[in-house]
């Protein structure tokens, strides 16, 4: 439920149910409005909002994925036979009925009429004043509690019939938002509630400008009000309507709830969006009195007094939008949903990308600790997720596309989980135990025959943005931080084989090395009992599980006695709580019960414990002071500790416990090793641990993600690189490296590239991650380094045969592709033997075969990853996908050579004028559109990949010089001064076959008749009209500058009422509806006599077209027309450093 816009329509008045109530993106909010309207003098009334909900998402293909996929096994889904509008909150009352609050104000009651646990009856339960924008609920004995816009509400049925009938606010009229939610004061503004069991209400009001955190004006001061109600939990005692400020700092709280302990928890929103440090992950939060919650975080200059308080867990990768929260409790006294151990269980809805999670929480004398796992997908958005007293889980989806949906008056559906089969082993705990192991935890033994080929069934994926059931996410939001994680690299660890541990509870299983400390991904085949309930939704059968490599080891030792194992914290309490279901917390405690030593070995994260984290490529304007991180340990003996450069103070004992600290001054982003030692007499064997800073002395619990495997070299990802000079590459030629590839070279013969070539050996497209030295070392040595997946046998046959190649095997039959990809089958029966090769199939000498100049080529081909723009806009337009850009792409072979001498290149001189834009303006839109100068340089470094370009620069009217030595000149500029003698220079180069490329602004002139003689059509101030937003191209057919475009989107600026050139005949290539009418937006037209080309386009307008693969192809292409070549002779390079998908 991020970042909400109402735009309400029918409010002339309090009509009953009729107020209907609109939610769209926050990113049309009130800058946009006007921004993205036609701007011409007579605007028409013609409000098109900049990003749709369509526009700004990366769809999947759906093919066989199910509405709700369930990742543990179990467990059914049913869709509730009701048809309701939008909802989003879901609760079971007191007397056992479901109440849905809808998007629209409705509150209604369900039933169930025929007892077959499904709910099937709708009716009204408040229908009166509906509310404005309600967010939170809470359904309790005295009746219904509601947050909505600008007051919080007691519903009451007072006549016991069934429905509400009166209505008391008990608070409302409090500080507006410097900025809305939405278009009017309308907007959301108040979001989750939970009543505390002394009767107190606890609210939240969301940030004051969420776009401008700060709230600083134009003369740089901070207007943020610490003092201020908004971005903050509000309580109101039992019988008043007096606000007390809780806590500060919070951005948009969409639910909040209590746990067993009476503590109080609210899901927070992801803020990095428009604050590169505010909030960069959706959390949860344990909200404490007094405390400050990051957005926005401390500032040396707007805000140095206060301290970032941590979330409990953070939810990634960034852009889940967590909304619904809720704990699993007995409801009425029914039973719990899932396995016992899930209880007081957070359950959390992420909406816009359909994650179901839970997350476990611990209380320690220093706060929570929390470790998550992700038990469902939903295929729409998942607002709300309720246990129900029947020990099921009602959930709560939305129709449409992030961030909220087709909006309040669009249907929504409800769906039940069921757990159908108690029996089944739940998964626990999934962790690496070693580098080349990792274990799966049950809390039932595991059938024996579940093992019968199941370490060919396992797939492990790992990379930094992986998580279970990747291929289930349907919906993606339109972020920039999307864009990147949908680039980054994804990879495969191998199986060896699989094993039980000796009481049958946990998977072991043994795998390649894990060496990168990122997110890992295990997917298995479903247990084959796991049978559906009837009429339920079908499921894939899978069972989904994550892992990381945080870890603990610890060992215990005592004469010869040995014990050994992975924990996932140093504190004992948490591990046992967290490792209790498997049972290894009786395995611990029965060791902790006898005399020996115990010892800890891991390596810690202590890198901005309080700090906020900074999203990749986003900047903030200070630097932080040193931190200085404590910790502190409380064991029931004194310790060794050993821990680097840390500052130890030794065990001194305190009351029942010894106490010991370790100081690390000035931590910085590198693991710290930690070993600790402890001689324990088995008498009741104690570790606790927390932390505290030089900034803040309060203690504070350690997360689980902040402890790794002590095996590890790294623990940190590598962070963004902004470059990806490779100095070896100078002198290399793209578009000849391409070439070799697929041709003298032969790579092609074995290896892919972004889908062309043949999988006979590994996929070379994510080379472009490795450095040159390591792709030199395969290239020179194949059998220094083999990827696992592609390790060669010899396989001799009982007729003495021997076949060599890759091997797959089936129950009763063995097949080897040969390098040729050729493939063999025959019966195991025939097989004597099968021995994995020690080098690998790839022959040597390749380096030497092709000399230094065309390996630097090939090289270059394959390591250049030319990256999009990092664009400084909180939102960019989505991200194309790859079959839309191979569904338009055209193939092209350049012809051979006719000589021996080369063919005379292309040469492009490229205009560009100062960059444009520098508003004194608080408008994000308004502020760096475009930067010609940028664009310059980036085109001029594309088009230097494309065979036989080549480009020069000027800043300013070409000279005669100039024009004598281009053949193609591209005018992408602001220059209103075209004059006469400019066009007769113009007229002059299109006579000697010259070709001109006119983009966006540069058609605009104040003598735009003179122009629009030259080029067709031309844009005059005062009489044309542009409109920036989303537009909608109609393509014309038959033309090959067009060739596979019919209809398509661009967030762009379109022109109409343009000047006509006189006795100009145009080509028009592409239109715009624009005042009832196609506009032309693309056209051609030639020279005098007919001679010379122009190709003109309007689009052209954002930074962010220039890395669409459509749009450079439409570039592209009339680049190469206008130059006399093959529209499609540049095709090749049009994918580098686009925003697409692979």
Known sequence: MKNLQISVQSITGPVPGKRQLTILFILSAISLIGFFAVKSADTGGNYNYGFSSSSALTPVDTTGIPPVQMFVPGFSVKELPVSVTNVNVVRYGPDGKLYALAYDGHIYVLTDTNGDGLEDKVETWWDKDLFRMPVGMVVDKEGIYVTSNNKVSLLKDTNKDGKADTEEVLTKDWVRPFVYTGTTETGVDAFGIAKASDGSIYFSLGAADFTNAYVVDTAGKSKYDINSERGTVLRLAPGSSKREIVCTGIRFPVAMAFNEHGDLFASEQEGATWLANGNPLDELLYIEKGKHYGFPPRHPKYLPNVIDEPSVYDYTPQHQSTCGLNFNVSINGGPLFGPQWWVNNAIVSGYSRGKLYRTELIKTASGYVAQNAIIGSVSSLLVDAAPTPQGDLIIATHSGAPDWGNGPNAKGKLFKIIRT?????????????????????????????????????????????????????????????????????????????????????????????????????????????????????????????????????VSWVSGNQKWNGTVPHLDLMVVKAFTKPYGASENINTILQKPGTITWKTKLNLWYMLRPIQQPEGSVDYKWPDENVTLVLKSSAPVDVKAGKAKITPSSKQGDAYITKLTFDKVERVPYDLEIAMNSDGKNAGMEVHYYTNEDSRPRALQVSRFFAPWLKEIYPPQVNTTDEKPELAGGNWSRGKKLFFGEAICSTCHMVNGKGKAIGPDLSNLIFRDYKSVMRDIHSPSAAINPDYIAYTVTLKDKRKLVGWVSQTTDSLTVRDLGGNNTTVPLSQVESSKTMSTSLMPEGLDKMLGPQKMKDLLTYLLTARKPLQLDFPFIPA??????????????????????????????????????????????WQQNKRDYLLEQKRMTELLG????????????????????????????????????????????????????????????????????????MAFQTGKSKFREGPIDYTFTQGNPLTKGFTKTRFQEESQWQLVQGMNKQVTVLATANEDGKPQPQLWTTTGPAGKGKVFVAVPGFWDWTYDDPLYRMLLLRGIAWAGGKPPYSYEEVVNMGARVTR
């Open 421 to 553: 089969n108690k029996v089944l082993p739940q998964p626990v705990s999934v962790f690496a135990a070693k580098a080349d192991q990792v274990k799966i935890a049950f809390d039932n033994p595991v059938p024996k025959e579940y093992l019968a080929g199941l370490a060919d069934k396992i797939k492990i994926e790992y990379g930094e943005f992986v998580n279970s059931g990747d291929r289930f996410e349907v919906w993606r939001p339109g972020y920039q931080a999307v864009d990147r994680q949908m680039r980054s690299l994804r990879q495969e660890i191998g199986v060896k084989s699989v094993e039980l541990s000796v009481d049958g509870r946990t998977l072991i299983v043994n795998t390649y090395t894990h060496v990168e400390p990122v997110a890992y991904a295990i997917k298995l085949p479903a247990f084959a009992a796991d049978n559906k309930a009837p009429g339920s939704i079908p499921q894939v059968p899978n069972i989904d599980l994550a892992y990381n490599l945080n870890a603990v080891d």
């Open 879 to 924: 991200i194309r996908t790859g079959v839309e850009a191979r569904q338009v792409m055209q193939e092209y072979t350049p012809p051979a050579p006719k000589a021996k001498t080369p063919a005379k290149p292309l040469r492009v001189l490229w205009l560009a004028s100062e960059r444009e834009s520098q508003f004194a303006t608080k408008n994000i």
């Open 945 to 1016: 990949l494309a065979y036989n370009v080549k480009v020069t620069n000027a800043a300013k009217w070409p000279t005669a010089e100039q024009f004598v030595n281009a053949d193609v000149i591209v005018f992408f500029w602001n220059y209103p001064g075209f004059t006469e003698a400019n066009g007769k220079q113009l007229d002059a180069f299109l006579q000697r076959g010259g070709g001109l490329v006119y983009i966006n602004q540069a058609i605009k002139a104040d003598n735009a008749q003179a122009l629009a003689n030259r080029i067709g």
